[in-house]
């Protein structure tokens, strides 16, 4: 039988255990983004570098359509979103959403286009694949069509999806051309497909992430909103600081080779 001086030591010891294994808790957190691309890498640079945790988050990267994405907000099975073109859309309709983040910004996406399609000119009355009407891939096409001297009412968009099916779209000629983000670009063009233009001829354009909450979050939750942030500027500053840590998180993440996350870095 404990002796009531070790029964009193072993209530204190649990005591400061619940104490401690409360004060590493970690809130969970979901926030949604479009493509597994670049556009979103200082996301997976934060999670792969432990500056979510560090701000006491357990960060849950969902990948969601764009549009399914401003409902998901809105219905609260996301607490934040990285998608941007189609949640500005959703703020210019009456959401109640607000951008408090940009990660980029302009597209960094690349316009890519058949072997056969040598300038942009040859795109007019071609079609264009894009994720979604008016979507950020769209908006950074337009862009670079503009900067390039093409009307983008020259082309026509057609709504595809995802990254990954506008790429096959493009092998199989169904559209002419499509802004393609890397690593998609550098894998395209090894492939024969022939890169008209990408962020250098871009002066000014939409950024392509962003972080996106709710306004009663922002409202009830700064201190959430202010931490998803911090760890987000910390992603930004390794991309920006340390290319080989960047680089080995790319190839990770995005299931590429070392020599495809250098050339896209």
């Given amino acids: 039988m404990k002796s009531p001086k070790n029964l ?3 209530v204190l010891l649990l005591g400061v255990l619940s104490v401690g294994s409360g004060a590493f808790a970690q809130e969970k957190v ?8 670049y556009s979103s890498l200082p996301a997976y640079i934060a ?3 432990g500056f979510f945790r560090d701000e006491g988050l357990d960060v849950e990267l969902i990948q969601m359509r764009p549009g399914t994405s401003s409902a998901a907000l809105h219905n609260g099975d996301v607490l934040a979103t990285l998608t941007f073109g ?8 009456g ?20 072997p056969e399609i040598r300038t942009v000119q040859d795109l007019k009355g071609k079609k264009l694949g894009v994720s979604q009407l008016l979507g950020t891939d769209e908006f950074a096409a337009h862009a670079i069509l ?6 983008p009412r020259e082309v026509k968009s057609i709504a595809l999806g995802d990254e990954a099916i506008r790429r096959e779209a493009l092998r199989k000629g169904v559209v002419e051309v499509s802004a393609i983000s890397p690593p998609g670009p550098v894998q395209l063009a090894r492939e024969g497909f022939r890169i008209l233009g990408g962020p250098k001829e871009v002066k000014i354009g939409s950024p392509s992430s962003g972080l996106a909450v709710t306004d009663k979050t ?9 931490k998803l942030s911090r760890a987000l500027l910390r992603g930004l ?4 600081e340390n290319a080989e840590v960047t680089k080995r998180i790319m190839a990770k993440w995005l299931n590429q080779s070392p020599q495809v996350a250098s050339d896209s870095y």
Avoid: C, M, W
């Fill in 146 to 151: 503009e900067a390039l001297g093409l009307n």
């Fill in 95 to 114: 959401f109640p959403f607000k951008i408090v983040a940009v990660l980029t910004e302009k597209p960094i996406h690349y316009l890519v286009a058949l």
């Fill in 47 to 49: 999670q792969a570098s």
């Fill in 237 to 240: 500053r390794v991309i920006q």
């Fill in 30 to 37: 979901r926030v949604s983004y479009s493509s597994r691309s």
């Fill in 86 to 93: 189609s949640t500005v859309g959703a703020i210019v309709s």
């Fill in 218 to 226: 922002l409202k009830d939750r700064p201190d959430l909103v202010r």
């Fill in 8 to 10: 009193a030591l072993l």
